[in-house]
């Protein structure tokens, strides 16, 4: 029997034995338009490369009101929160 997450990605084609659930627009619907089903290296540059490349791309052709969750790679998001963590804990200690 198939499992739900075993099948094709939904951006590189391949068959693969685990998909994840990856949301097109993170602050969007849990499901259905906004959701793929894609492998695992698929899901991590649709994250930290597609979704802020297109952003840029439909910026700078002078789309508004775009995700702000697109506007920066999700490694870099989690590095600002990281420093960010580590300057609140700098501050404590002084
Ligand atoms: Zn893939």
């Not at 099948?7 to 990856?22: D, F, I, N, P, W």
């Not at 619907?29 to 540059?45: E, S």
């Amino acid at each position: 029997m198939q499992s739900k997450s075993e099948g094709t990605c939904e951006l590189c084609g391949h068959a693969v034995a685990m998909r994840q659930k990856a949301h097109i627009v993170a602050e969007g619907g849990k499901h259905g338009p906004n959701l793929l089903m894609l492998c695992p290296t698929c899901h991590i540059m649709f994250d930290t490369h597609v979704k802020p490349k297109v952003f840029k791309a439909l910026f700078e052709a002078g789309v508004t009101n775009l995700p702000k969750s697109w506007t920066r790679s999700i490694y870099d998001q989690a590095a600002e929160a990281s420093a960010k963590a580590l300057r609140r804990k700098k501050g404590r200690m002084s």
